[in-house]
């Protein structure tokens, strides 16, 4: 069983599986820090001052009541929230990293057409004299044993 685990994890597939899994979630990171330290302040300062990750309602008052002044606040006292700020941060950190991902696989698949539009160089020409189908670098008709013209 473990020489069958060994071949498993080894394999190819299993392996670029793994590095995409993890430089993936390295992106994911990032984008969520582009968006919670970039994005989402100038867009709140834009809209009066928002800070999108403290924005929520209340569902129900925790131990102490409120008012409370933050997300952190509420969630000391115990208080039930719908936390819609953290969700907005989450839909664009989303969309980010959606975007990126379209951008990537467009760019894989414009090179894969490149490569598949791309003619392979002939392999073989005619005979100016008899007409038959000979190799490219033939120096002489192998049908009519004419001498050929080197291009």
Do not use: W
Not at 61 to 89: C, D, Q, R
Not at 96 to 114: D, E, H, P, T
Request: with cysteine; proline share 5%.
């Amino acid at each position: 069983m473990t020489k069958e685990f060994r071949e498993f994890a080894l394999r190819g597939n299993a392996v670029d599986m793994a590095v995409g899994i993890i430089i993936g979630a390295a992106f994911g990171s990032i984008v969520n820090s582009l968006v919670a330290d970039i994005i989402m302040p100038p867009v709140g300062l834009l809209l009066g001052n928002v800070d999108f990750s403290n924005l929520f309602a209340v569902l129900k008052e925790g131990k102490v009541a409120g008012p409370y002044s933050s997300l952190a606040a509420a969630k000391t006292a115990g208080a039930v929230t719908l936390n819609y700020g953290v969700f907005i941060n989450t839909v664009t950190s989303f969309l980010i990293v959606v975007f990126s991902v379209f951008l990537l696989v467009r760019s894989v698949n414009r090179l894969k057409r490149q490569q598949e539009e791309a003619p392979a160089a002939p392999t073989t020409k005619e005979c100016p004299f008899c007409l038959s189908v000979i190799p490219v670098r033939a120096v002489r008709c192998s049908h009519c044993t004419s001498e050929l013209k080197i291009a």
